[in-house]
């Protein structure tokens, strides 16, 4: 008598190939958190259960790996609402690591209530303890301008939050801040925002803001084309462009927005992308990179942004160091030229049409005909055709710059999550380090 046994599942991409099928719950983990912008939708996935699986697999890892995690995406990949998910599920286990970490991520005054409203998703609950210890010292790093920057006419406000987790003060100085916050009588912030709402000359703030620095290096970017509308001194928008104050907290697609806005700007704009790593040594020996132009990359950051992720991979193409060819793949491979910077960008998303993600075609391609020392694939891993070869260079990396569940650049492959430069950091640290 024979039995019949069902054939095992095997994971697969979205677009139909074999997925890695031995993924850790943190490698899970790193997947869904890192290039998150929670809530938001994807090509293939709703951002209501991208959120939830990482809830779910966040669960299944120690609080050690969970608590680093969200250090990580917040201090290192300069996500905001992600960290704060984690932190969520990182309260619900208790103990000294939560405020710690609590205090370590939260790093914009804004961010206690928003986690208060993360916490709070399922219902209201009494706060637990090491939560309101985290909170209370999350507090005390914020000076008089950050708090009346940031005191949102939001459901759970500064003051709430104040009050409810008791927050104590480190000096007099202090007390007096927080007085006024609960009193509303806080200094209105010197900000742009603040500055227009008041009926200031549009011209006059940006250019005082800038010289006098201060005026945020996201803001300055989001804000070229209305300043350049505005008659502000080009020679004084660019001086602040290259300054690059503040820019470590920029993702590098931001320049390219920044380009597509204010046109005039570009030059200024492609310099400072380019300086976003150049600290960093050149990368020995020759590197090969892969970018994934598929129809999927094509699809939007965010419901509000007209950035994609395919302008996400470009900028990190575009701005790495040494000896380096550059293809694309989509149903095809193509080499493009291995411009650095706004120039680079724009070849890599000219280069084909955006269609499926053949990406074993594309590993196998570079394995067989290009010499190099590195590979690096810039890609959401959803590959369209059969599984994808092992590389043949001492060192390949995946770089993941999507949420979904499964994935192909596991085994072989090291393994990266993100579209912040830090994944390009990592690389030459882990390469200088041995």
Not at 161 to 189: N, R, S, Y
Not at 305 to 320: E, G, H, M, P, V
Not at 345 to 369: C, F, K, M, Y
């Amino acid at each position: 008598m024979k039995l019949n046994t069902a054939p095992k599942f095997q994971a697969q991409t979205h677009g139909g190939a074999p997925a890695f099928p031995h993924v850790t719950p943190i490698q899970r983990l790193r997947r869904s958190v890192l290039s998150c912008l929670l809530w938001e939708d994807s090509f293939y996935e709703d951002g209501k259960d991208i959120a939830q699986r990482i809830e779910e697999t966040a669960a299944l890892v120690s609080s050690g790996d969970l608590s680093a995690l969200a250090v990580e995406a917040r201090s290192g990949f300069n996500l905001r609402h992600v960290p704060l998910l984690l932190l969520s599920v990182l309260a619900k286990r208790g103990g000294p690591i939560v405020s710690a970490t609590i205090e370590k991520v939260i790093q914009r005054p804004d961010e206690l209530a928003e986690f208060l409203t993360i916490y709070w998703r399922n219902g209201k609950t009494p706060i637990a303890k090491q939560v309101k210890k985290g909170l209370a010292k999350a507090f005390t790093k914020f000076d008089a301008y950050s708090l009346a920057k940031y005191n949102h006419d939001s459901a759970i406000k500064l003051r709430d939050v104040l009050f409810m987790v008791h927050a104590k003060p480190k000096d007099e100085a202090q007390a007096a801040i927080w007085k006024q916050l609960v009193e509303g009588t806080l200094p209105a912030p010197d900000t742009w925002e603040v500055a227009l709402s008041g009926g200031g000359d549009k011209r006059e703030v940006f250019e005082r803001l800038i010289r006098e620095g201060a005026l945020g290096y996201l803001a300055l970017l989001r804000n070229l084309r209305n300043m350049a509308n505005a008659g502000v001194d080009s020679s004084l928008m660019r001086d602040a462009i290259l300054a690059r104050k503040g820019a470590q907290r920029v993702f590098p697609f931001r320049y390219v927005a920044a380009a597509r806005a204010c046109p005039q700007m570009e030059p200024a704009l492609d310099q400072a992308l380019s300086e976003a790593i150049s600290d960093m040594r050149p990368l020995p020996g020759k590197t090969a990179v892969l970018v994934d132009v598929s129809g999927s990359m094509d699809s939007p950051l965010s419901a509000k942004s007209d950035l994609k992720r395919i302008d996400a991979a470009a900028a990190l193409a575009s701005i790495i160091h040494g000896d380096v060819r550059v293809f694309t793949f989509s149903n095809s491979v193509v080499e493009v030229p291995p411009r650095r910077g706004m120039a680079g960008v724009d070849a890599i998303i000219r280069s084909q049409p955006h269609g499926g993600t053949a990406l074993a075609e594309a590993v196998a391609a570079v394995n067989r005909e290009i010499p190099h020392d590195r590979l690096i694939v810039i890609t959401d891993e959803q590959a369209t055709t059969g599984r994808v070869p092992a590389p043949v260079a001492p060192h390949a990396y995946m770089t993941n710059v999507a949420s979904y569940k499964n994935g192909v650049g596991y085994g072989a492959w090291t393994h990266m999550d993100g579209f912040s430069e830090g994944v390009l950091r990592w690389i030459a640290e882990v390469e200088n380090d041995g």
